[in-house]
Structure formats: C-alpha cells, structure tokens
C-alpha cells in the first residue's frame, strides 16, 4: 500500500479531528479486546464498553470495609441489582456498616464488625467478598477469604510487603480462585483507549514513556500528611501506596516485564523545622498563617469542600457542620498542622525504569501541583503522544498531522458518577462477569500481573533509599 492510501484508510489526513464515539455497531468496544495491530489509528475510534455486564445469574458480595472505597464499589449494584447484590456488609465503625448494609437491605445476621467475624462460621456466606480495609488489613482477611472459597475483589496495595504479596498469589493460586487487585485507572477508557492506540503500531515502535504523577497540593495534605496513608510504615511506601497505579500502566501499557529501577526523592515540606513561627498544633487553634496558608484544614474543607469522604456528613456540606467535625475527636487529626503531623512519606518522587526490550520510562511523583490528573507522554519511532488523563493527542512525525482522543465519559449517564474517569465501576463490570461466568480472563488486571508491578514499587523504594540501581 501508498503511504497516502495507508494514511487515508487510517484516517490520518483528516487533521485535527475530535472523536465522537458514534461507530458502527459492529465494532468490537474498549476493554477486554484486541486491537487493530495494523498500524491504522482505528483503535482511536473504538466505542467506550458500556457498564451494564453481561452476565446470567445474580453474584452475590460481602463488603469488608464500608469506607470511600467499599461504598464507591457498591454502587455498582444500585445500578445493576439483577446483576449484583450487596448480601453482607463488615466494619469495625457501626455507623458505617448501619450505613451500607441499610441502603443494601443487608440481613442482620450478614451485618459483622471486625471481618474476622465474617469468617468465623468458617463457612461461604456469598459469591466474593470486596477488601476495601485499610492497607494493613488486606493480608489476612484476603488469605482467609481465599481459603475458604471466595473470588476476592482486593484494593491495593496487594499487601504491606513483597513476601506477602507473593503469598496472596500463591494462595489464589492454591484454592483457584479469582482476585481482581484494584488497579482502576486500566479500566479507564482513557488510558484503554493510549494503550490500543500504542498497541496497534499506530506510533510505530515505543522506545520510552515520560508519566506524572501530580498528587495535587491539598491531596497530599489531606492523604499523604494528616490522613491515612501519611505513614510509610503504617500503609505502605507512598511508590506503592499513591503510585502502584502508575507503576501498573506502565507496565500494562509496555507489555513487556521491568528489569531495573533506580529512584530517588524526599520530604522536603512537610515536617516541623518548616513550620512557620506560631503555628498552633492545629489550624482550628487560631494559625496566625491561616488566611495565607495553603494547606489550611479550615480552608480545604470548609471553603474549599474538598476531601469531605472522611467525615461521615452523608452529603452533608454545612461549613459549621464541618468545622464541629475538625474539632470532634474522631475527626480531629484532620484539623493538625500539616508541619506538626507523623507523617514521613515523599512529597517528590522520582523513577528511571528499563523494561525489556529497552523501551524506558521516566516517572514523576509530585505533591506541588494546582491539580491532579496524570500527564503522559509517548514516544514512537513514528509518532508520538501527549495526554493530560483526560484527552491525548497523536503526532504523526512525516505528515505533522494530530489526531485526538477526547471522549467525554461524563456524557455518558451510568458512567457519570464513575470515579477515576470511569474505571471504579469498569472494574466492578469485568469483576462481576468474572465471577459469574468463573473467569478470570474477564479482567484486565490479574493478580499475576498486579504483584509484578508491587514488586517494581518495593524495588524503586529500596533504590530510593540505598542509591542504588536495583533489578526487579
Ligand atoms: N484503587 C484506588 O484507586 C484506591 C483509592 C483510594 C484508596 N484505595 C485503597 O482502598 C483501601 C480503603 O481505602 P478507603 O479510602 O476506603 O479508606 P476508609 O478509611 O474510607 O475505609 C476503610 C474502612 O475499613 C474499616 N475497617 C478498619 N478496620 C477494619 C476491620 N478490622 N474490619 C472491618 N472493617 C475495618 C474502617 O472503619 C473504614 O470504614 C485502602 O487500602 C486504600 O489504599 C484505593
């Protein structure tokens, strides 16, 4: 074929076009698929899946852990309740199990605290249960889980460390079951949609990758320094308790195993030699600096309304409602001085990863930025891409023409409350297919493949802190 007949049938002498998404129903759709490997753009065009699942009986679940990710998960049965029932609900806080298990219709006797009690009768209670514990309490309710017969739907991070990661895969491995990790962002019709584009020659060969990460300023404040996972220790390195994500694309979209990581970075804000003179332990003990402070508690949440998820307010966003929050308690560390906190995790992080094959990624962590939104960059030996997470663009380099990938999936009424561009519910569709049909090739992510990209993240936080250039 002319290179201008090949252009033509790609579609690539049509300059500058936005895609809309409206195809011949006979195309195959994103997801778990294969894509045109003909070097023609037309993976550009593939139809966003819808979320409605394709299954023929009822999966049911146990919810262990009705926190922000235990309730997201759960949505997915109050769009799809034929093809999935919240039967058992499980967490320590009793208003948060009442809370879940009453918008589900939960049975009292499938209504548990502790998720030891869900195991105890020592007998299967549902199809699967969904771990959306705390990242210090996913090794043991999903080894028991596992042993006792459920498919298991597991946020990440896998576990706390690279021994029990691999005993998780061993144990699924053992009793044959399905565990989907939660690596959302693949199912994603963004980062679906690059990785077709990629797979399918389209930029010809990929020699390297330049992904970062923003955290976003007030998220760093709210997750990495005064919440949940500002402990390294506690959760898990922030490469893999923030990252895994990134790690995971990278390795996804590549195809291929990493060999070596060398990484690098530090805290370098966040700690109290930094504080400024006359900061109180909490900004809601009158901060002098409050007016001017960025990371001020009192202007995140109650001006701001960001990060709101922590503060059991239902939907609740009365600013004194929320100021009785920050001073209550139970709620309390969120009102701390983000240079008063014990915290100790990275707020900048660098990685240089070589896979095989030598296609090479720079990757970027970064807490100093105005938003989130990951920005990536691809370089082919004929084309190249550049996206901001929610739009990319393709340059041909012999005829300078762009292609772009725009689809707004908040146009699309079931995925508008998706969160992480649609794939928390994505993952829940390929989930309950696999599930219902037992298998485990429904899902983008196994758990083969998830461990590999924890050890590359246990592997750049040993080089981050040795200097050294580590194999994975
Ligand atoms: N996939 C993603 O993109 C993504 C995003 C955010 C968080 N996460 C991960 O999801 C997990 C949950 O995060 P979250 O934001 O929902 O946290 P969360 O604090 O909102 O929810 C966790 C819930 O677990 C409950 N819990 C604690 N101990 C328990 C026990 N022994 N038995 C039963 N319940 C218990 C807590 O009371 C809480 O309600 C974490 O591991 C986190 O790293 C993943």
Known sequence: MKRRDFLKSAGLLAAGTALNGQLSPARTVLGNMESPQDGSLNALDLPIKPLRPNVSRQVSVIVIGAGNRGKAYSKYAELFPSALKVTGVSDILAHRCKYLSDKHGVASDMRFGHYREVFESGKKLADAVVIATPDDLHYEPCMKALELGYDVLLEKPVAQTEKECKAILAQAKKYGRIVAVCHVLRYAPYFIAMREVIRSGAIGELVSIQHMEPIQYAHMAHSYVRGNWRSSKQTTPIILAKSCHDLDMMRWIIGKPCKTIVADGSLH????????????????????????????????????????????????????????????????????????????????????????????????????????????????????????????????????????????????????????????????????????????????STIDVSIESHVMGFAAERSRKSGRKEKV
């Open 269 to 444: 804000l966040f700690k109290a030699e930094n504080a400024p003179e006359g900061a109180p332990l909490k900004c809601t003990d009158g901060c002098p600096h409050e007016a001017t402070c960025p990371y001020s508690a009192i202007d995140i949440y109650t001006r701001k309304k960001a990060h709101l998820g922590v503060f059991d307010l239902n939907g609740n966003r009365d600013p004194e409602v929320i100021m009785q929050r920050l001073k209550d308690p139970a709620y309390s560390s969120y009102a701390r001085c983000v240079y008063h906190c014990d915290n100790d995790q990275p707020d900048h992080y660098v990685a240089d990863m070589v896979f095989e094959g030598g296609t090479t990624v720079a990757f970027s962590m970064e807490a100093f930025a105005p938003a989130g939104g990951r920005r990536t960059r691809v370089m082919g030996t004929t084309a190249y891409i550049e996206g901001d997470g929610s739009k990319f663009t393709i340059t041909d380099f012999r005829t300078r023409e762009k292609r772009v990938w725009n689809k707004k999936i908040t146009d699309i009424p079931e995925y508008k409350d998706a969160g992480h561009g649609g794939g928390d519910l994505a993952l829940m569709r390929d989930f309950v297919e696999a599930v219902a049909s037992q298998d485990a090739s429904k899902l983008s």
